[in-house]
């Protein structure tokens, strides 16, 4: 009771106190002092009885690593209920009334106020993902904030059909070269200043997001609502096809990454590039397109499902993690891990059980899904490799993740790299993933040397290799673990954040605090959505 009664004051005394301090700095000494008073009052400053020891730990290592206001954050599963109500809606406030998904409201140091195509395709999946989740409540689905998100999903879809005809740096839409322009402006006009383009996951990401929409819209007997776009078969017909053709004609041409920093083939593009061909399949036949087109979609598909595993290098002899650049790898510039691998396993392969279940399920599977021990190999060396590389990270199970281990953007220009909220969550959601799948599949799992690295900070591993039988007692158990080593993750977000629930998209990796674009639209998706996954391995 005692804790509860200061979680309430405490946030309340944030709230008060919140304006007296902008976004990006450390808060004033009397502000922190204050807490302090409130928990001396309350006999809470120091670890007492009143606080279970894990609450102890969580507050030690708070207060440690971030010198933090907010000294007694609620409890982990109370913080979770709010952070992703807290995450949805500073989603929505990033969303203007025309369907532009803002970035980050931050016009200076960076300037990220800009709709990105990649950002945008990755925060409306968070929304269908919201529709979907709650299609069966009935108070839920009738409710106006249901059909506020429906209607945004809607104007972002009429929004990109306008950017894909907007002539930019890129091209132009007669010749499809367009549709891989990476941002443009709010107010729909094209970025004409130098960037690194072109970006050719964009058109992978978009499509993969609006198929989703018309598959949700399909499955639940929904109708489009917006008067312009008509019907399922319109939106796919002028919006969908263009960027399955682009990806058809390019998907073996070079071009920047999502980190927007080196041009070449990337595993991230051409894995979305290859869902969405995946996906652009089944509603080729649906709405019964010439014959030609589905061949086309076809062969483009197998032909960069060979390259993916095989040829672009992606899976290199004599490594045993996922290499997100070859030519990286080759030049010595970098050693391949990147986060970006695990977030286009994710995002390939995160409605997989939906297809599955479906009435046609796809023979033309996606590689390098959850279980891939080269997958599972490249999140624990990323968490290896960030355990050693951030201060902050001392004494935590979860760690801090960046984007790679070489990265030297700070948030601003360049000097040393930083933990990324949606890195450190995207770690969460992958653990969610797994465990969602491993219960899902009922079968046997075998730990040996492919994948020893990934469970080694987790169970006790004997010889080469070992069997856990399904809902056996050592299975369970491995289960718990991996449900408190997705946690862990999810805490140092927690940790990260300020009493408001806000995140920009880095944090410093010695002192905590949080620096770079303010209120990234992005990391407010990836912690949504980490929860979500959280929700979904906990309920199976």
Not at 212 to 217: A, F, G, R, S, W
Not at 508 to 529: D, P
Request: a negative charge; glycine letters at 4%; proline letters at 4%.
């Amino acid at each position: 009771m005692k804790f509860v009664s200061l979680v309430n004051v405490v946030t309340l005394y944030g709230l008060v106190c919140a304006h007296l301090w902008t976004y990006q700095i450390s808060p004033p000494s009397q502000i922190i002092d204050g807490y302090r008073k409130i928990l001396n009052h309350l006999g809470l400053f120091k670890a007492t009885s009143s606080i279970d020891s894990t609450a102890q730990q969580h507050l030690t290592v708070y207060t440690q690593a971030t010198t933090s206001s907010d000294t007694s954050p609620p409890k982990f599963e109370a913080w979770l209920e709010i952070q992703q109500n807290t995450s949805f809606h500073a989603i929505l406030q990033n969303i203007n009334n025309n369907g532009v998904i803002v970035a980050s409201p931050s016009k200076h140091d960076p300037n990220y106020y800009y709709q990105w195509i990649r950002d945008s395709a990755i925060t409306v999946r968070t929304l269908i993902s919201y529709l979907e989740d709650h299609f069966d409540n009935d108070n839920a689905k009738t409710s106006h904030l249901h059909n506020h998100v429906a209607n945004l999903i809607e104007l972002y879809i009429l929004n990109n059909y306008r950017l894909q005809r907007t002539p930019n740096k890129s091209g132009k839409f007669t010749t499809l070269a367009g549709l891989a322009e990476p941002k443009f402006n709010v107010d729909m006009t094209a970025f004409n200043e130098p960037w690194g383009r072109p970006q050719r996951d964009g058109p992978g990401l978009r499509a993969m997001t609006i198929i989703q929409y018309i598959d949700y819209l399909n499955r639940t007997e929904s109708q489009v609502n917006h008067p312009e776009l008509q019907n399922l078969k319109y939106i796919y017909t002028e919006i969908i096809i263009p960027d399955l053709q682009y990806i058809c004609r390019y998907w073996n041409n070079s071009g920047f990454d999502l980190w927007e920093e080196v041009d070449s083939i990337h595993f991230f593009t051409s894995m979305v590039q290859l869902k969405a061909l995946q996906m652009g399949v089944k509603w080729s036949r649906y709405f019964k397109d010439n014959e030609e087109f589905t061949t086309q979609l076809l062969d483009s598909f197998y032909t960069l499902k060979r390259h993916i595993e095989s040829d672009f290098g992606f899976a290199s002899l004599g490594f045993d993690h996922v290499i997100e650049s070859p030519q990286l790898l080759e030049s010595g510039e970098r050693s391949g891990l990147d986060i970006a691998t695990i977030l286009a396993v994710i995002y390939a392969h995160e409605n997989d059980d939906k297809e599955q279940q479906s009435e046609d399920p796809q023979s033309n599977t996606v590689p390098f899904n959850v279980f891939n021990p080269h997958v599972l190999n490249s999140i624990s060396g990323l968490i290896i490799d960030m355990r050693q590389r951030y201060p902050i990270n001392k004494n935590r199970f979860g760690v801090a993740l960046g984007r790679y281990p070489e990265d030297v953007y700070d948030g601003i220009g360049t000097s040393e790299g930083n933990p990324w909220f949606i890195s450190t969550s995207t770690a969460s959601e992958f653990i969610y993933q797994f465990i969602y799948n491993l219960q899902s599949q009922k079968s046997n799992w075998v730990i040996d040397n492919s994948n020893r690295q990934f469970f080694q900070p987790l169970i006790n591993i004997t010889g080469t290799e070992y069997t856990l039988v399904y809902n056996s007692s050592d299975f369970n158990f491995l289960i718990e673990k991996l449900t408190a080593y997705a946690d862990s993750f999810l805490d140092v977000v927690r940790t990260h954040t300020d009493s408001q629930g806000r995140m920009s998209e880095q944090f410093n990796k010695n002192t905590g605090f949080m620096q770079g674009a303010k209120e990234l639209t992005w990391s407010y998706s990836a912690v949504w959505n980490a929860i979500r996954w959280r929700k979904r391995a906990l309920a199976i």
